[in-house]
């Protein structure tokens, strides 16, 4: 059964390869299949670890220390079925809108985007899976590279200046993130003398050369992550690039970095994380939080409004760090912190890519990202402006909503632990976010002036529909996801390095 | 007393760290692909210093296929930079990010 993590990499593989080749004509049918696929593929393996536990697969036969493996428990499946479900949301909203996006720009007949669309994306959506299925530190250096070259290309299908200056700030930040992380790799191999995430986590020691591989491979990752203050590249990058392009990138692609930066921490240097570490990393995330938000409130454009969001909700992810480590002479790990941070990325994952869809959208109909412009929104755009208010829901963490489960936890857990001063700054933010998402609401609802709205595909809104009530709809039922994530909880130290060695399910 | 492998080493270390200095402070941007190219033979040297390990010495074949697999990685990273500055460039005029001066 280990077979289908394989496929889950090797079927968007086939499909950018087949979409590259054929003619351009049938790419959005042959990709849109073979996005189906994977995305059945993901699924199956999710539900595969949910029912069976972990899954173990030696490439080739060669097993570690020497050999590449694919690993993969609840943390893991967790993040290819968050990908699968959102990327297959986002493959149905591009199937539209770039087909309306180029008779709008050129006239039918012309070039088409969605020609080279569709290898770059289903190359993306390869590459995160293989992130994601990896337990070798090399292998995932290359799966990193491959997630950031192929996510600076599907910004090209952008053609204006704005877009190529974007992306090339993101692919110089990205590469120069890469090689810190590889020298980091080098030194724990100089050091170790394996690459398998759960070897060298078992006979870490805390000397020089591993300090200094934890900070080269922390603050790369960090950039690519966009954690405040190296969030430069992020705004430009995810406001520019075309809509379906900007929901995958901000749903996706950054959680790639972020999952990657907690496996590291949490399995590989958790001898070495300490209280003052976490509250390092908190300040930090509190600072992404407040900046961010705050960045948010000052835009006048929606596209950057959302991007400035993105960066704001990673701060809320990043505050597991100091809630989960043990803090004020308490030896356990908090669980619930660890829980609530990760499902925050879940919620996130759907409402941004839901709310970059809507905006997508109003684009299309408006012509314009401008705020101001939007008067009449909810008259014209009923179900966009209503996809876009729920996903704000989520993001301020409103009951019944996924982000108000994820914050609920964060919350309990800094009370829990004597960090109040985290659940201040959660709150706080809330606010900040309930802010900027009225702000939009409030022109949505003003009575219309010219210009007139443009009719948009009734699929693109309906898609973000779609992500924006799951956002909503995960706080009612958030009992299997938990699941999922407690057996991918890194911390129950033992029972891991015995599976990973011993027992496992095949 | 240091041994060969040490040298080689901090020497990538000091290489990595002039070199990530180049990316940052100058804002041409042929410049900044080739100081990227340099971080990466630094990491490069880095490995090719420890492949040389243990007692009695043997060569270790791991980090040459990982510099080997890690040069593919430069190749095709380095063309993507180079078309994308050449794309700004036919665009702008310029060979520089607009908010960047030179330092």
Same mark, same amino acid.
Request: aromatic share 12%; glycine share 10%; proline share 5%.
């Given at each position: 059964?280990?077979?289908?993590?394989?496929?889950?990499?090797?079927?968007?593989?086939?499909?950018?390869?087949?979409?590259?080749?054929?003619?351009?004509?049938?790419?959005?049918?042959?990709?849109?299949? $073979?996005?189906?696929?994977?995305?059945?593929?993901?699924?199956?393996?999710?539900?595969?670890?949910?029912?069976?536990?972990?899954?173990?697969?030696?490439?080739?036969? =060669?097993?570690?220390?020497?050999?590449?493996?694919?690993?993969?428990?609840?943390?893991?499946? $967790?993040?290819?079925?968050?990908?699968?479900?959102?990327?297959?949301?986002?493959?149905?909203?591009?199937?539209?809108?770039?087909?309306?996006?180029?008779?709008?720009?050129?006239?039918?007949?012309?070039?088409?985007?969605?020609?080279?669309?569709?290898?770059?994306?289903?190359?993306? =959506?390869?590459? !995160?899976?293989?992130?994601?299925?990896?337990?070798?530190?090399?292998?995932?250096?290359?799966?990193?590279?491959? @997630?950031?070259?192929?996510?600076?290309?599907?910004?090209?299908?952008?053609?204006?200046?704005?877009?190529?200056?974007?992306?090339?700030?993101? +692919?110089?930040?990205?590469?120069?993130?890469?090689?810190?992380?590889?020298?980091?790799?080098?030194? +724990?191999?100089?050091?170790?003398?394996?690459?398998?995430?759960? +070897?060298?986590?078992?006979?870490?020691?805390?000397?020089?050369?591993? =300090?200094?591989?934890?900070?080269?491979?922390?603050?790369?990752?960090?950039?690519?992550?966009?954690?405040?203050?190296?969030?430069? =590249?992020?705004?430009?990058?995810?406001? *520019?690039?075309?809509?379906?392009?900007?929901?995958?990138?901000?749903?996706?692609?950054?959680?790639?970095?972020?999952?990657?930066?907690?496996?590291?921490?949490?399995?590989?240097?958790?001898?070495?994380?300490?209280?003052?570490?976490?509250?390092?990393?908190?300040?930090?995330?509190?600072?992404?939080?407040?900046?961010?938000?705050?960045?948010?409130?000052?835009?006048?454009?929606?596209?950057?409004?959302?991007?400035?969001? #993105?960066?704001?909700?990673?701060?809320?992810? %990043?505050?597991?760090?100091?809630?989960?480590?043990?803090?004020?002479?308490?030896?356990?790990?908090?669980?619930?912190?660890? *829980?609530?941070?990760?499902?925050? !990325?879940?919620?996130?994952?759907?409402?941004?890519?839901?709310?970059?869809?809507?905006?997508?959208?109003?684009?299309?109909?408006?012509? *314009?990202?401008?705020?101001?412009?939007?008067?009449?929104?909810?008259?014209?755009?009923?179900?966009?402006?209503?996809?876009?208010?729920?996903?704000?829901? *989520? +993001?301020?963490?409103?009951?019944?909503?996924?982000?108000? @489960?994820?914050?609920?936890?964060?919350?309990?857990?800094?009370?829990? #632990?004597?960090?109040?001063?985290?659940?201040?700054?959660?709150?706080?933010?809330?606010?900040?976010?309930?802010?900027?998402? $009225?702000?939009?609401?409030?022109?949505?609802?003003?009575?219309?002036?010219?210009?007139?709205?443009?009719?948009?595909?009734?699929?693109?809104?309906?898609?973000? !529909?779609?992500?924006?009530?799951?956002?909503?709809?995960?706080?009612?039922?958030?009992?299997?996801?938990?699941?999922?994530?407690?057996?991918?909880?890194? %911390?129950?130290?033992?029972?891991?390095?015995?599976?990973?060695?011993?027992?496992?399910?095949? | 007393?240091?041994?060969?492998?040490?040298?080689?080493?901090?020497?990538?270390?000091?290489? &990595?760290?002039?070199?990530?200095?180049?990316?940052?402070?100058?804002?041409?941007?042929?410049?900044?692909?080739? /100081?990227?190219?340099?971080?990466?033979?630094?990491? &490069?040297?880095? &490995?090719? /210093?420890?492949?040389?390990?243990?007692?009695?010495?043997?060569?270790?074949?791991?980090?040459?296929?990982?510099?080997?697999?890690?040069?593919?990685?430069?190749?095709?990273?380095?063309? &993507?930079?180079?078309?994308?500055?050449? /794309?700004?460039?036919?665009?702008?005029?310029?060979?520089?990010?607009?908010?960047?001066?030179?330092?």
């Amino acid at each position: 059964m280990s077979d289908l993590v394989v496929w889950s990499i090797c079927l968007p593989l086939l499909g950018a390869a087949a979409t590259f080749v054929g003619p351009g004509r049938l790419a959005p049918a042959v990709g849109g299949a $073979f996005a189906l696929a994977t995305a059945v593929t993901g699924a199956m393996v999710t539900w595969l670890v949910y029912d069976g536990g972990v899954m173990r697969h030696e490439l080739g036969g =060669w097993g570690a220390p020497l050999g590449v493996e694919l690993y993969v428990d609840g943390l893991n499946v $967790f993040m290819l079925g968050m990908t699968a479900v959102v990327a297959l949301a986002i493959s149905v909203a591009s199937l539209t809108y770039f087909g309306v996006r180029d008779h709008a720009a050129s006239g039918p007949g012309r070039w088409s985007s969605a020609g080279g669309y569709w290898p770059v994306w289903l190359t993306l =959506w390869a590459s !995160m899976n293989l992130a994601f299925a990896s337990a070798d530190l090399f292998n995932l250096y290359i799966a990193l590279e491959l @997630v950031g070259l192929s996510a600076v290309a599907l910004m090209l299908i952008g053609r204006d200046t704005q877009v190529l200056t974007a992306a090339m700030r993101y +692919l110089l930040a990205s590469l120069m993130a890469s090689l810190g992380y590889l020298l980091g790799v080098a030194m +724990l191999y100089a050091r170790y003398g394996t690459l398998d995430l759960y +070897l060298i986590g078992a006979q870490l020691t805390g000397e020089p050369a591993t =300090w200094m591989a934890m900070a080269l491979m922390s603050v790369g990752l960090f950039v690519k992550t966009a954690l405040f203050p190296l969030h430069f =590249w992020l705004p430009p990058a995810h406001s *520019s690039a075309p809509g379906p392009v900007s929901a995958i990138l901000s749903a996706l692609v950054v959680k790639v970095s972020f999952y990657l930066l907690l496996r590291l921490w949490f399995v590989v240097f958790a001898d070495l994380l300490s209280p003052t570490f976490g509250q390092v990393v908190g300040v930090l995330a509190a600072g992404a939080i407040v900046g961010g938000s705050v960045q948010a409130i000052l835009q006048r454009r929606l596209k950057l409004l959302i991007a400035y969001s #993105t960066v704001a909700q990673l701060g809320y992810m %990043f505050l597991l760090v100091p809630l989960t480590i043990p803090y004020g002479g308490s030896e356990a790990w908090h669980g619930g912190a660890w *829980s609530g941070g990760m499902y925050h !990325m879940l919620s996130h994952a759907l409402a941004k890519s839901a709310m970059f869809l809507a905006a997508a959208a109003v684009l299309l109909s408006v012509g *314009s990202d401008r705020i101001r412009h939007f008067r009449g929104m909810a008259h014209e755009l009923p179900v966009a402006t209503f996809a876009f208010a729920l996903a704000g829901v *989520s +993001l301020m963490g409103l009951p019944p909503s996924g982000g108000f @489960v994820a914050k609920w936890f964060l919350v309990s857990a800094a009370i829990e #632990t004597g960090q109040w001063w985290w659940a201040v700054v959660i709150l706080g933010g809330g606010l900040l976010t309930a802010a900027y998402i $009225f702000m939009v609401i409030r022109y949505a609802f003003l009575p219309p002036s010219p210009p007139a709205f443009k009719p948009v595909p009734k699929l693109l809104q309906a898609t973000a !529909m779609v992500l924006a009530l799951l956002a909503v709809l995960i706080g009612l039922r958030a009992v299997e996801p938990f699941a999922l994530l407690e057996m991918g909880t890194p %911390f129950v130290e033992a029972a891991h390095v015995g599976t990973h060695q011993g027992e496992v399910a095949e | 007393m240091m041994d060969q492998a040490t040298i080689y080493a901090m020497a990538a270390v000091i290489v &990595f760290c002039f070199a990530l200095w180049g990316l940052i402070s100058y804002a041409h941007l042929i410049r900044k692909i080739m /100081a990227l190219n340099i971080m990466g033979s630094a990491v &490069f040297l880095f &490995f090719g /210093a420890m492949t040389r390990r243990g007692e009695p010495e043997t060569t270790d074949p791991v980090p040459q296929a990982m510099v080997i697999t890690g040069i593919v990685v430069a190749v095709a990273a380095t063309a &993507f930079a180079i078309s994308l500055a050449k /794309a700004i460039h036919r665009r702008t005029g310029q060979l520089r990010l607009p908010e960047e001066r030179d330092a």
